[in-house]
């Protein structure tokens, strides 16, 4: 347990407006902990503050200060949230609960993010602190291949393509209501995180009101009093 003057504290992406917090492995933490039942601040942190969080010896977010502990790297940060508090609700539900929680983990960082990435990338270009835009913009045209602008082109195919790319998902949510089955757990937090990003930094509708994965997002955006509805972001 945490002794008095301990303190939980998430560095947590921003945009233009400090709180417009759009990461989606921040997102995943975020509900991690809300899960935990663990109360938390976040810091407000932009792409360019990297001497901020110099301290993780890493240039990425989410970064955890758990009292005395410094975690980066979301699928990190929940296994250590689920070792160090096991007697708060279960984040993976056991050693084969958390070997499935990564292949979902894995599944939503190399497939769903390839297929939402060229949807919002302009998107994301667009509400960043002006401090950012300059590396966002060389670095992501670098590893893309190409400007942002042609990037985000024929978005009406590539959202067809994304609602394909969501079938196995659709499939599973026409039968449960979570990923993790009747209450919801990491694996659900770790596709919800991207819908989040979306959802924080662009108005593109990408999932049909009438789809379960749509009432699935719903669900979790109600979670924990609100907390996912409640940030900035568009009612798409
Ligand atoms: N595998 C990492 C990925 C973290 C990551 O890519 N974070 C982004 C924000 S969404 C970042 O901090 N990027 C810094 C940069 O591109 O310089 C995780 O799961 O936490």
């Known amino acids: ?10 560095y947590d992406l921003a945009g233009a407006e400090p709180e417009r917090r759009f990461s989606p492995f921040c997102w995943r933490i975020k509900l991690a902990l809300a899960h935990k039942n663990l109360s938390f601040d976040t810091i407000a942190w932009r792409f360019t503050e990297k001497d901020v969080i110099s301290f993780s010896g890493q240039g990425k977010v989410p970064v955890l200060v758990d009292s005395d502990k410094v975690i980066a790297d979301s699928w990190a940060i929940a296994t250590y949230l689920e070792d160090a508090y096991p007697q708060q609700p279960l984040l993976f539900g056991g050693d084969a609960g958390k070997a499935l929680t990564l292949f979902v983990n894995s599944w939503a960082d190399r497939s769903l993010a390839r297929g ?3 949807l919002l990338i302009l998107d994301i270009f667009n509400h ?4 950012d835009q300059a590396y966002f913009r060389q670095t992501r045209e670098k590893a893309l291949g190409a400007p942002l602008e042609q990037i985000v082109l024929s978005r009406e195919t590539k959202v067809k393509e994304l609602r394909h790319l969501l ?3 659709r499939g599973l949510l ?3 209501n979570f990923v993790a089955g009747t209450a ?3 694996a659900d937090y770790a596709i919800f995180g991207f819908f989040q990003w979306a959802r924080c930094i662009s ?3 990408l999932i049909e009101s009438d789809d379960p994965i ?3 997002r719903e669900r979790l955006l109600d979670a924990f009093g609100g907390l996912a509805r409640q940030a900035p972001g568009y009612d798409v």
């Open 167 to 169: 079938e196995p998902l």
């Open 128 to 131: 960043l602190h002006e401090k």
């Open 1 to 10: 347990m945490k002794g008095p003057g301990m303190s939980t504290v998430l």
């Open 214 to 216: 749509y009432q699935w």
């Open 174 to 176: 026409k039968t449960q």
């Open 203 to 205: 108005p593109l509708k």
């Open 116 to 118: 939402l990435v060229p």
């Open 184 to 186: 919801p757990a990491y």
